[in-house]
């Protein structure tokens, strides 16, 4: 059978011509087993029979209002997750009555497992045939600090799967944010005005803590994909564990804060935390309302104006969750056509910690002076100290992955270094800046190294 050659409809890959001469051919990608939704789905049902586990014990206990919260935040990121799922794989467009049934009863996450799994052992069974349906992509890729062009095939059951990976990659960072963020804080505040510890709650607890993590993971992997989309990207086991031991230092150091400074103000802490995750909430839309622009039309082609309007705003929503507790990689720009900056914004990032430095800072400081000695039966400055100290190591491990371990750092107009330069020194002498301009092209390959 002859094989078919088509072109994707993603933007970031190129019309296909025979008549360039420096393309080199690469190996046609080879399918792996997928982890990832197999660890992605075990946190979602991991997660949901934990909290349900809990409802149950509140419940039973006549514990109402920590009955309430615990499954608010259970049914509101699940009902995300099931929609998130549907929205990727564009079923509402599809004859597929089960799926839409299994989300219905918010077990999605279960069927998209299955169907993924299903493939990859169709797709094993198959290995060493061709195709007959393949797609060309290609992508630039740095060797040697040097940029190639590659081409290679992708079939058609390799692609699906590959959608499967992505739709699961954006469940984690819905789940984690949207979920596990507020599940986590409230039963660290329900842990610490009780003084126990029960194992459902702990479990919980747990599985909350693993899920935040690992979203915020991917939530850089995804940023670095958007930002450099013409590029293939491979992160090592080195610049994966960096991520991971910055971003659970940062977001458990936060969280930790975020309960101390409620446990001690009780009610008056929730003007503060609620005017403060409103601000990042409108401040996309701000800025877009500022700018004039028009409502972006590219997000889904069926969509009407008022289905884009829920979209941006669940991304909206998103984005504050994100940034509430962590810093987010990318700064939202609704007035732009992909809905994202992607340049290397050295100035927001050091704005975003700048801001949450200040205000852990505060909130250590009322926790340590006002708090209640029952609350806990360790020393309030030592525990004020660690996480100050926590929180500024994660900054570190930061520093370091954009400094060194980025792959694509040598793309990198300025650098970390530079950057900091800058903020500490005063502007150059205008005569050394007109006598050592770089050119255009030695500046956008300078290395940070």
Same mark, same amino acid.
């Given at each position: 059978?002859?094989?078919?050659?088509?072109?994707?409809?993603?933007?970031?890959?190129?019309?296909?011509?025979?008549?360039?001469?420096?393309?080199?051919?690469?190996?046609?990608?080879?399918?792996?087993?997928? +982890?990832?939704?197999?660890?992605?789905? +075990?946190?979602?049902?991991?997660?949901?029979?934990?909290?349900?586990?809990?409802?149950?014990?509140?419940?039973?206990?006549?514990?109402?209002?920590?009955?309430?919260?615990?499954?608010?935040?259970?049914?509101?990121?699940?009902?995300?997750?099931?929609?998130?799922?549907?929205?990727?794989?564009?079923?509402?467009?599809?004859?597929?009555?089960?799926?839409?049934?299994?989300?219905?009863?918010?077990?999605?996450?279960? $069927?998209?497992?299955? &169907?993924?799994?299903?493939?990859?052992?169709?797709?094993?069974?198959?290995?060493?045939?061709? &195709?007959?349906?393949?797609?060309?992509?290609?992508?630039?890729?740095?060797?040697?600090?040097?940029?190639?062009?590659?081409?290679?095939?992708?079939?058609?059951?390799?692609?699906?799967?590959?959608?499967?990976?992505?739709?699961?990659?954006?469940?984690?960072?819905?789940?984690?944010?949207?979920?596990?963020?507020?599940?986590?804080?409230?039963? =660290?505040?329900?842990?610490?005005?009780?003084?126990?510890?029960?194992?459902?709650?702990?479990?919980?607890?747990? +599985?909350?803590?693993?899920?935040? !993590?690992?979203?915020?993971?991917?939530?850089?992997?995804?940023?670095?994909?958007?930002?450099?989309?013409?590029?293939?990207?491979?992160?090592?086991? =080195?610049?994966?564990?960096?991520?991971? $031991?910055?971003?659970?230092?940062?977001?458990?150091? @936060?969280?930790?804060?975020?309960?101390?400074?409620?446990?001690?103000?009780?009610?008056?802490?929730?003007?503060?935390?609620?005017?403060?995750?409103?601000? $990042?909430?409108?401040?996309?839309?701000?800025?877009?309302?500022?700018?004039?622009?028009?409502? #972006?039309?590219?997000?889904?082609?069926?969509?009407? @104006?008022?289905? !884009?309007?829920?979209?941006?705003?669940?991304?909206?929503?998103?984005?504050?969750?994100?940034?509430?507790?962590?810093?987010?990689?990318?700064?939202?720009? =609704?007035?732009? @056509?992909?809905?994202?900056?992607?340049?290397?914004?050295?100035?927001?990032?050091?704005?975003?910690?700048?801001? @949450?430095?200040?205000?852990?800072?505060?909130?250590?400081?009322?926790?340590?002076?006002?708090?209640?000695?029952?609350?806990?039966?360790?020393?309030?400055?030592?525990?004020?100290?660690?996480?100050?100290?926590?929180?500024?190591?994660?900054?570190?491990?930061? =520093?370091?992955?954009?400094?060194?371990?980025?792959?694509?750092?040598?793309?990198?107009?300025?650098?970390?270094?530079?950057?900091?330069?800058?903020?500490?020194?005063?502007?150059?002498?205008?005569?050394?800046?007109?006598?050592? &301009? #770089?050119?255009?092209?030695? &500046?956008?390959?300078?290395?940070?190294?």
């Amino acid at each position: 059978m002859d094989r078919v050659y088509e072109i994707p409809e993603e933007p970031n890959v190129d019309p296909v011509s025979p008549l360039e001469e420096d393309v080199i051919r690469g190996a046609n990608p080879r399918f792996t087993f997928p +982890f990832g939704i197999l660890f992605s789905t +075990f946190l979602y049902c991991g997660e949901a029979a934990s909290a349900l586990y809990m409802v149950r014990i509140y419940r039973k206990n006549n514990e109402t209002y920590w009955m309430m919260y615990t499954f608010f935040f259970f049914m509101f990121s699940s009902i995300m997750v099931q929609l998130t799922l549907i929205f990727v794989h564009r079923d509402l467009a599809k004859d597929k009555p089960l799926s839409l049934f299994m989300h219905l009863i918010l077990l999605g996450p279960v $069927i998209r497992c299955l &169907e993924a799994m299903i493939k990859y052992l169709m797709l094993w069974k198959k290995e060493g045939q061709e &195709e007959p349906y393949v797609s060309l992509t290609r992508k630039k890729m740095l060797i040697d600090k040097e940029e190639v062009l590659i081409e290679w095939e992708v079939g058609h059951s390799i692609r699906t799967l590959a959608m499967h990976r992505n739709a699961y990659k954006r469940m984690s960072q819905i789940q984690a944010f949207l979920g596990s963020v507020p599940q986590l804080t409230y039963q =660290l505040y329900v842990t610490l005005i009780s003084a126990e510890v029960p194992l459902g709650r702990a479990v919980l607890m747990v +599985f909350s803590l693993v899920s935040v !993590t690992y979203g915020a993971t991917l939530c850089n992997m995804l940023a670095i994909q958007i930002k450099y989309d013409d590029y293939k990207i491979r992160l090592g086991p =080195l610049e994966v564990l960096c991520i991971t $031991i910055w971003r659970t230092l940062e977001i458990t150091s @936060r969280l930790v804060i975020l309960v101390l400074f409620s446990a001690t103000l009780k009610l008056k802490a929730v003007p503060f935390l609620v005017l403060n995750f409103l601000i $990042i909430l409108f401040e996309p839309w701000i800025k877009f309302w500022r700018s004039g622009a028009q409502m #972006p039309n590219n997000i889904e082609k069926n969509f009407s @104006r008022v289905g !884009t309007l829920v979209v941006l705003i669940s991304i909206t929503v998103l984005y504050a969750g994100i940034n509430f507790s962590c810093w987010s990689a990318l700064q939202l720009r =609704l007035a732009d @056509r992909d809905l994202v900056d992607k340049g290397q914004n050295w100035g927001h990032m050091g704005l975003h910690y700048s801001v @949450r430095l200040v205000e852990n800072v505060i909130m250590v400081l009322v926790f340590k002076f006002f708090g209640v000695k029952v609350l806990l039966n360790y020393c309030h400055s030592l525990i004020a100290v660690q996480l100050i100290i926590a929180y500024l190591i994660s900054i570190g491990f930061m =520093l370091l992955f954009f400094q060194y371990l980025h792959p694509l750092r040598s793309l990198f107009t300025h650098n970390v270094i530079d950057y900091l330069h800058c903020v500490c020194c005063h502007r150059i002498p205008q005569g050394r800046a007109e006598n050592s &301009e #770089p050119s255009f092209e030695a &500046e956008t390959r300078q290395s940070v190294v």
